[in-house]
């Protein structure tokens, strides 16, 4: 089975300033057509077979007609959204199959409320949908996110965290963590949601960064050793291009909209010297 990353949509409703979404005054691209895009996935069943796609943006029920296109598609290919969950899902939830079609809810507390996230998770959940749901360790919000964890445990709502990589107030992470936010991020991701209790990390910093180990830092490829990117997994954009992987200097394979997408017969030198996040896709044990 082919797996592809598909950002369907760059413009997101949050516009967050941590996020790499286009947003402000940036041009925005045009949506594609639905029979445009149910055309090309089409294409690609008959090309490729089923396929397991990951659909993320920007913000994909924010994409014109985006029920309609995922329906479509769920008949052939298998579908994980990553989605802020803002908008309403009652289309979605009546037609959609759950079977064919899981989520990854990104909880973003400056954006929407925890009742209201939670409600649509629940919904979602209670219709057959699998729904996991993941908290960015901004360090904007890091102080709510043991209480936010503790909140949705109560609703039997596990939340993952996922480090933020990037640059905020002058420093650079995730190498500039704190040791307070170390502790904390070790916690919330060692600690079953059951289990979790109230914070003291607050109080008691340690001073020892071998804490910082349930986030794991992205694997490394050396530029030499073989990747199945582009062989059994491949990135598409907003404009159809596919590369073989998220890498600016991944080899381009076409575009889905063009007709003109061929994925490579064999595995080819890594082009991401600095690491990769994508490899666990492209690994044997994966497919």
Request: aromatic share 12%.
């Amino acid at each position: 089975m082919k797996v592809f990353s598909w950002d369907i949509i760059s413009s997101c409703n949050f516009n967050c300033d941590y996020c790499n979404s286009v947003g402000g005054a940036q041009t925005v691209p045009a949506p594609v057509v639905p029979e445009v895009v149910r055309d090309a996935w089409q294409r690609l069943y008959v090309q490729y077979g089923s396929s397991y796609v990951y659909i993320t943006g920007g913000e994909p029920f924010s994409y014109p007609g985006f029920t309609d296109v995922v329906i479509y598609m769920a008949r052939l290919h298998r579908l994980h959204i990553t989605t802020n969950l803002s908008f309403p899902l009652d289309d979605f939830v009546t037609r959609a199959d759950p079977k064919k079609i899981s989520l990854n809810a990104t909880f973003h507390p400056l954006h929407i409320s925890c009742d209201d996230f939670k409600d649509q998770v629940l919904r979602l959940r209670n219709a057959g949908f699998e729904c996991s749901v993941c908290y960015l360790a901004h360090p904007r919000q890091l102080r709510e996110m043991l209480s936010f964890k503790m909140y949705f445990a109560q609703f039997g709502i596990h939340m993952t965290t996922t480090q933020f990589s990037g640059t905020c107030g002058g420093k650079q992470f995730p190498s500039e963590y704190s040791s307070v936010e170390i502790e904390l991020l070790a916690r919330v991701t060692q600690c079953p949601s059951e289990e979790m209790s109230e914070p003291s990390v607050m109080l008691s910093p340690v001073h020892d960064k071998h804490w910082f180990l349930p986030v794991q830092p992205r694997q490394s490829l050396v530029a030499e050793q073989l990747c199945n990117a582009g062989v059994t997994y491949a990135n598409i954009n907003v404009h159809g291009d596919v590369k073989r992987c998220g890498c600016s200097q991944s080899i381009p394979l076409g575009n889905i909209y063009l007709s003109t997408l061929v994925l490579l017969t064999d595995a080819q030198p890594c082009t991401q010297a600095l690491g990769c996040s994508e490899i666990k896709y492209t690994s044997s044990s994966y497919i």
